[in-house]
């Protein structure tokens, strides 16, 4: 579960947990110290596919993956880079989370997930 900077953001019917700035206020005491120019990173916004709790179907993924870069941008002016996690699966038991946050399998097949961060960056 995200803590720091946590944000529940309804972008058409979903509800997406996402570590990001929206009027938080880490970003008003940001400019309240003169740090306001400073840009804000976003990492590790992610979903993970399988059978363990709270696990999305490979669509889900890959929507969620577009959206979270997709309102990213839309803050452009106060966000730095957005880091997606992962790249590759790390291992291949679906029932366990951290084995499924990749936008590639294990064996380097692309998920949809790949295919909607490539889409998303013009390549």
């Given at each position: 579960?995200?803590?720091?900077?946590?944000?529940?953001?309804?972008?058409?019917?979903?509800?997406?947990?996402?570590?990001?700035?929206?009027?938080?206020?880490?970003?008003?005491?940001?400019?309240?110290?003169?740090?306001?120019?400073?840009?804000?990173?976003?990492?590790?916004?992610?979903?993970?596919?399988?059978?363990?709790?709270?696990?999305?179907?490979?669509?889900?993924?890959?929507?969620?993956?577009?959206?979270?870069?997709?309102?990213?941008?839309?803050w452009?002016?106060?966000?730095?880079?957005?880091?997606?996690?992962?790249?590759?699966?790390?291992?291949?038991?679906?029932?366990?989370?951290?084995?499924?946050?990749?936008?590639?399998?294990?064996?380097?097949?692309?998920?949809?997930?790949w295919?909607?961060f490539?889409?998303?960056?013009?390549?």
């Open positions: 579960m995200l803590r720091r900077l946590e944000l529940t953001v309804r972008l058409g019917r979903a509800e997406h947990q996402f570590r990001a700035p929206n009027n938080l206020p880490d970003r008003g005491l940001m400019v309240a110290n003169a740090d306001g120019a400073k840009k804000i990173w976003g990492t590790e916004a992610a979903a993970y596919t399988g059978r363990a709790v709270g696990a999305v179907d490979r669509r889900t993924q890959a929507r969620f993956i577009t959206d979270y870069l997709r309102l990213w941008s839309s452009s002016s106060f966000t730095g880079p957005l880091f997606i996690y992962e790249l590759r699966d790390a291992g291949t038991n679906r029932a366990n989370r951290e084995d499924n946050w990749g936008q590639l399998t294990t064996n380097g097949t692309p998920k949809p997930a295919h909607a490539t889409a998303a960056l013009g390549r």
